[in-house]
């Protein structure tokens, strides 16, 4: 059981921001946030985490709810090339942890 | 250097046929993984070692049999399998412990397996 919950698909214009969401209600207080996507015919591919404070890093940032029940994947300027299923995952980050991932959002990019 | 191979990237068997899938990674992950993922769905877990020992085994069939022979090998051995077991099979490692432990995988590409 993932345990997150995400929209199926969204659909993004190239150049322009794109806000995936993702819920985790059930969230426990060890629990970080991982989000990883996987591009067509690849690997999944690690994108970003974060426990309680907002993350940035050179591909993402990454938007958590003060009540950590929900959290907000941002791409700040969508290409071609993140077309791709974006998971997101709660995790417990120690180390060793299997990734439990549920059916993620498929983003379009159109250009 | 941040990446998993696999090999092969194509791998096409019989059901009677013994094959083996190859996953390498030089970061000095002591945690490797194998996933399985069929056609348009997520990832699911297979087998975890750490620090070469099997920790996790979801209940896969033995018809799949896992060997890590050293800290940066993970093999799969695949023996008997059916049509059903068609899937793109995806290694990843993480580093489980030290200063530096942290859940994030490095995933390869992935071997496409089709059973005929």
């Known amino acids: 059981d993932a345990k997150t919950t995400q929209p199926n698909s969204m659909e993004s214009n190239e150049e322009e921001p794109v806000h995936l969401p993702c819920n985790h209600s059930?969230?426990?207080?060890?629990?970080?946030i991982h989000w990883y996507r996987q591009l067509p015919s690849q690997g999944p591919e690690y994108v970003i985490h974060?426990?309680?404070s907002n993350v940035n890093n050179r591909m993402a940032s990454l938007a958590i709810a003060e009540d950590r029940k929900s959290s907000t994947l941002i791409l700040h300027r969508a290409t071609l090339r993140d077309a791709a299923v974006y998971y997101c995952?709660?995790?417990?980050?120690?180390?060793?942890?299997?990734?439990?991932f549920g059916k993620g959002t498929r983003l379009s990019v159109i250009a | 250097d941040t990446e998993v191979t696999q090999t092969p990237k194509h791998l096409v068997m019989g059901m009677t046929n013994k094959k083996s899938l190859k996953c390498e990674q030089h970061m000095g992950h002591r945690a490797m993984y194998w996933y399985k993922q069929k056609a348009k769905k997520p990832p699911e877990l297979m087998f975890v070692y750490s620090y070469e020992k099997l920790s996790i085994n979801e209940s896969v069939p033995s018809r799949f049999s896992p060997e890590c022979p050293n800290s940066s090998l993970l093999n799969l051995h695949l023996h008997a399998l059916q049509p059903e077991d068609s899937a793109l099979y995806l290694c990843?490692?993480?580093?489980?412990?030290?200063?530096?432990?942290?859940?994030?995988?490095?995933f390869g590409p992935g071997t496409r397996l089709t059973v005929l």
């Open positions: 059930t969230i426990s207080g060890t629990d970080y």
């Open positions: 990843a490692s993480s580093q489980p412990t030290g200063r530096k432990a942290t859940d994030t995988q490095y």
């Open positions: 974060g426990l309680t």
């Open positions: 995952i709660r995790n417990r980050n120690s180390g060793n942890t299997p990734l439990v």
